[in-house]
C-alpha cells in the first residue's frame, strides 16, 4: 500500500511540473498577449530607373535578353553586353581567329547560346558556345560539322524544358542544314524533307522542330510524314510556336498576311482556329507571347497593337524587339523600353 501511494506521489509530482511548463510556455513563449514592438516597413513603388544605355551607330544585330535586363549587340568583331539597369558593359571573349556568327538569348533566362565560326581558305567550322550573363562564364558545347567558307549559322533554336537545341546553318545555293543537340552534347542532322528551309521554330514540351519548306512552300514538322495542310492556303508562313505547343501559321501574299491560323503542333491543320487580322500586314510584323497573345507592329506610326485587347503601345524611334512585358526601340542612339500595362 505504501508502494501504491508513493507511486502515485510521484506521477502528481510529475504532472505538475509539465502542466507548470505547458503553462509558461503558453503564457509568455506563445502567448499572443506578450507586448512586442514592431517597426512597418513600407515598399516604395518607384522603381528605380534604367541605366542610359548608348547604342553604337554602327551596331548590328541588337538583341535584348527575355526579361529585357541584358542588351547584346555586335560592334565590329566584338560582342557587347550591357546591363540595362546598372549599364554595365562586358565584353564576351573569343579565340583569334573566331567570330561571332549568330547568337540567341534563351527564353527564360539571362543566357545566351553563341555559334562561333572559323574560317579557313576553303571551308568554315562552326562551335556552338553558351554565355551566362550572370556568372560571365562562357563554355563550348559542341562542334558542329564542317561547312563551306560563306555558310553561316542562320537560327538557333532550344527549348529548356526538352534540353534539346536545334542550330540551322545555311549553306552555298541557299542549302540549308538541321542540327540536333542534347543536353548530353550528343548531336546529329535532323531528318527534314527539305533542304531549303526557311523559319524554324522549336516544339517547347517535344522534340520536334516546326519548319518552313520553302521548296514546296509548306510547314512540315520534324518526325512526321505529313505536312500542315490548312485549306485554301497556298503561301503559308509560320509565325510562331507558343508554350502550350500551339503553332501560328499565317496566309500570305506578297509578304503581307491577313488571317492567322493556329491549332496544337500535332494536328493536320483542319482542326486549327483562324484569326482574321482585318488588313494586311508584313508576315515579319507580327508577334506572338508566350501565352499566345498576338501582337502587331506599325514601323510607320510606332506602335504595337495587342489584337485580342485592341490596347495600342507607342514607342519612340526604331522598333528592335518585343521581350516579355514590353517593347525595346532605338531613339536618338539611345535604348528605350516602353512597358505594356
Do not use: C
Not at 144 to 152: G, R, S, T, V, Y
Not at 302 to 327: A, L
Request: proline residues 2%.
Amino acid at each position: 500500500m505504501k508502494v501504491f501511494k508513493r507511486i502515485f506521489l510521484w506521477i502528481m509530482i510529475s504532472l505538475t511540473v509539465q502542466f507548470a511548463g505547458l503553462y509558461y510556455a503558453n503564457s509568455y513563449i506563445l502567448s499572443s498577449d506578450t507586448s512586442i514592438k514592431t517597426k512597418k516597413v513600407v515598399k516604395s513603388d518607384t522603381k528605380k530607373p534604367d541605366a542610359e544605355v548608348k547604342i553604337p551607330e554602327g551596331a548590328k544585330h541588337v538583341g535584348v535578353s527575355f526579361d529585357g535586363r541584358y542588351l547584346a549587340y555586335y560592334d565590329g568583331d566584338v560582342l557587347k553586353v550591357v546591363d540595362t539597369k546598372t549599364g554595365e558593359e562586358k565584353n564576351v571573349e573569343f579565340d583569334d581567329g573566331v567570330q561571332v556568327s549568330f547568337y540567341k538569348w534563351l527564353s527564360d533566362r539571362n543566357r545566351m547560346l553563341i555559334a562561333e565560326k572559323e574560317t579557313s581558305k576553303r571551308s568554315s567550322n562552326f562551335k556552338l558556345a553558351y554565355y551566362d550573363v550572370d556568372k560571365d562564364i562562357k563554355e563550348e558545347i559542341k562542334e558542329l560539322d564542317w561547312a563551306d567558307k560563306n555558310a553561316e549559322v542562320e537560327d538557333i533554336q532550344a527549348s529548356p524544358l526538352t534540353n534539346i537545341i536545334y542550330v540551322k546553318v545555311a549553306n552555298s545555293g541557299k542549302r540549308s542544314s538541321i542540327y540536333w543537340i542534347n543536353i548530353m552534347k550528343e548531336m546529329k542532322k535532323a531528318d527534314t524533307n527539305s533542304y531549303v528551309i526557311g523559319k524554324i521554330r522549336v516544339v517547347p514540351h517535344e522534340d520536334k522542330l516546326v519548319y518552313e519548306d520553302l521548296t514546296y512552300n509548306r510547314i512540315s514538322v520534324t518526325g512526321k510524314n505529313r505536312s500542315i495542310n490548312i485549306d485554301g492556303v497556298k503561301t503559308p508562313s509560320l509565325i510562331a510556336v507558343d508554350d502550350n505547343d500551339n503553332v501560328y501559321i499565317g496566309d500570305t501574299q506578297d509578304g503581307k498576311v491577313t488571317k492567322i491560323y493556329y491549332g496544337n503542333v500535332n494536328d493536320d491543320g483542319s482542326q486549327y482556329k483562324s484569326v482574321d487580322l482585318r488588313e494586311a500586314v508584313n508576315k515579319d510584323d507580327i508577334f506572338v507571347a508566350s501565352q499566345g497573345k498576338i501582337y502587331t507592329n506599325d514601323n510607320l506610326k510606332g506602335t504595337v497593337r495587342e489584337f485580342g485587347s485592341g490596347k495600342e503601345f507607342i514607342y519612340p524611334g526604331i522598333f528592335v524587339q518585343m521581350y516579355e512585358g514590353g517593347v525595346v526601340s532605338i531613339s536618338d542612339g539611345k535604348l528605350v523600353k516602353t512597358i505594356f500595362n
